[in-house]
């Protein structure tokens, strides 16, 4: 799979890159950052982290904001962050323009639905493309994969990690969404990408999927401003505590007094969470 | 005088704000950013750094990209980030739109040529205005201010800091222009400015100023990127370290191999700059 540089920049001792390549999974091009460490200088595989992003956001939102390079450059952990949905021209957007559907707002799901069915597939993306991409052109020891994510890509990285735990070792998550089947966001995303049967939902629902058995590989962080104003209507973290709860998954929900949803409060807590992944790939 | 809130968000264990004024110096509203690291909640005063950011910044740049909040709520320090320049429907800039001169590009300096003259006083802002608005508004301690900035704004604090050593008591900067008078940035918005007489110049070149006698109150911090595409031409920090010896003044002068002019760079070395002013203040 070719893969185009479109920068290259030293940052923290290391390089941070941003990629893009015609994406099989998707039939548009994506774009990707990828921090390395320097530990990559010597060759070694390096454990590899995929960031998931929420509404509205590009890879570039956490590049910029995320304040994890150094924290990564210090325990020699590779940072990736995908784009959140397929873009260009031909891809469908929400009619209405709106910020939580459509362009932007891929959900992490292969859409059923038309017009969307066509490029949303950025559950092929992220767990199937992305991967082998990375194995290919980076110095990432596949068996060493974390995932972690922020409010919709915090959905992203519970449902994925659940699905996937043999293929994700660690995950954790900042304000995600957790139950998309029982709050307004995911009834119109998962709605609109799936249809209208809830019962097709139910993959794409980290609550659900506890339900219906899923298991993560080991532990799940979770971090959660207590100020976010998404907090009760859209997130609900006290489904997937209880959740957690009844199948006996070890689960550290951190309710974080006066933080809102932004990156004010994902960089202050980026480095827990980055620690949390290196110490368990 | 009166100080409207934009936003404030907690982030680090302190608060970010941003904040917006009508200025007596430029004659219309300015907007900076401040952080107030937790230490501040206990009423005691603080030291303050202040950072002046490059050509086509905001105060926004560095606030999102700069990665100094970790550092400033670990050891008490207040950053403040002011805009590059006065803004608004009346505020002349450069007739083609350029990017080094005009809106985004105020140089600090007290412009006397028409029709710049008539907002362009970043010089009276930076050093006037913006402190005596910080002390009334935030836990300052005015005897503990430091400053430090990018490019542009590295030029600015190296001028403000050699011109007001008694109350900038800390200095650094990131990839200053240090020479002005004698590279073409310089000659465009000194030109443009302060008009055609080079002999006005001097008085906004860091190098001239020491020429001329001026001193900062103690040493000297600048990290320069080794791969910096400005280097050459704009940047030429080798004349500051000519100037620095000639005087007796105390530069540290690290090149820095690799980096480039980014915020990849800036927020890289922000650690360093940062424990370098509080343990001067």
């Keep these: 799979m070719t893969l185009e540089t479109v920068s290259t920049s030293k940052a923290h001792g290391g390089t941070l890159g941003v990629y893009k390549h015609a994406s099989t999974a998707t039939g548009t091009g994506m774009t990707f950052s990828v921090f390395l460490p320097p530990q ?3 060759g070694a595989k390096l454990p590899v982290l995929l960031y998931l992003s929420g509404l509205t956001c590009t890879h570039a939102n956490v590049t910029d904001k995320g304040e994890y390079r150094r924290i990564c ?3 020699g952990l590779i940072f990736v962050a995908p784009d959140t949905s397929p873009r260009g021209e031909d891809v469908a957007d929400d009619p209405a323009g709106a910020y939580d559907f459509g362009l932007g707002a891929g959900f992490y799901v292969n859409a059923t ?3 969307f069915a066509a490029h949303y597939h950025m559950w092929d993306y ?5 991967p082998a991409l990375l194995a290919e052109h980076f110095p990432i020891d596949s ?11 915090g959905h992203g990285a519970l449902t994925l990690g659940l699905s996937y735990p043999e293929m994700f070792k660690s995950l954790s998550a900042f304000a995600p969404i957790v139950a998309p089947g029982q709050v307004p966001w ?3 995303a998962l709605g609109g ?12 629902d980290a609550v659900a999927l506890i339900e219906d058995g899923k298991r993560p590989a080991g532990e799940i962080l979770v971090d959660q401003g207590a100020a976010d104003s998404f907090l009760v209507e859209q997130l609900r973290p006290e489904l997937l505590d209880a959740a957690c709860k009844s199948a006996g998954i070890d689960l550290t929900l951190r309710m974080q007094p006066g933080y809102d949803h932004s990156y004010n ?4 807590f980026m480095q827990d969470h980055i620690r949390w992944h290196a110490a368990r790939l």
């Design 40 to 42: 990559a200088e010597s």
């Design 73 to 75: 450059a210090e325990l």
């Design 113 to 115: 639905e038309a017009p």
């Design 126 to 130: 992220i767990a199937c493309e992305l």
């Design 143 to 153: 068996a060493r994969m974390g995932i972690t994510g922020h409010s919709m890509g």
């Design 186 to 188: 995911g009834h119109k």
């Design 193 to 204: 990408y799936l249809g209208a049967d809830p019962a097709k939902w139910r993959a794409h």
């Design 265 to 268: 409060f994902i960089s202050s």
